[in-house]
């Protein structure tokens, strides 16, 4: 089931509509869950406890300074970075990973670490990001 925090309607001419999708895929075995607080300067969306199979995701009028970070906890694993950074690859470091234009940012939660990817047509392609 999704979490549909935000949609948005971008109104300002030359300015794409972003998403950001987390997705949790650890094992449904798992002993612990996901626990994800994402923010920017203006919106911040609390701590979320997606189920596996969840989609947390939000919308909004990407700028050029325009900024979300996201903390995640797993069991005694814990990471932060930005989500979004880059209105071309999603972040900065992202060119490898998304092709320029990208703006569907797909994050991927995996046991073995958290993957970046996007979305092409009817098919989603990622590659790992960081290690837990």
């Known amino acids: 089931m999704p979490y549909n925090i935000q949609s948005y309607n971008c109104n300002i001419p030359g300015f794409p509509i972003c998403e950001v999708h987390v997705l949790n895929n650890l094992p449904s075995d798992s002993t612990y869950g996901l626990e994800v607080h ?34 995640f906890w797993w069991g005694n694993k814990d990471l932060v970075f930005d989500v979004f950074n880059d209105l071309n690859y999603c972040v900065h ?10 703006t569907k940012c797909i994050w ?18 990622s590659q790992k990001y960081r290690d837990w």
């Open 108 to 125: 991927d939660v995996r046991y073995d670490g958290i993957y970046l990817g996007y979305v092409e047509g009817d098919k989603t392609y």
């Open 93 to 102: 470091d992202g060119g490898k990973i998304v092709p320029q234009g990208t």
């Open 38 to 71: 994402c923010a920017s300067g203006d919106n911040d969306f609390g701590h979320r406890f997606p189920n596996v199979g969840d989609d947390f995701r939000w919308g909004f009028c990407g700028k050029p300074n325009t900024l979300f970070f996201c903390h």
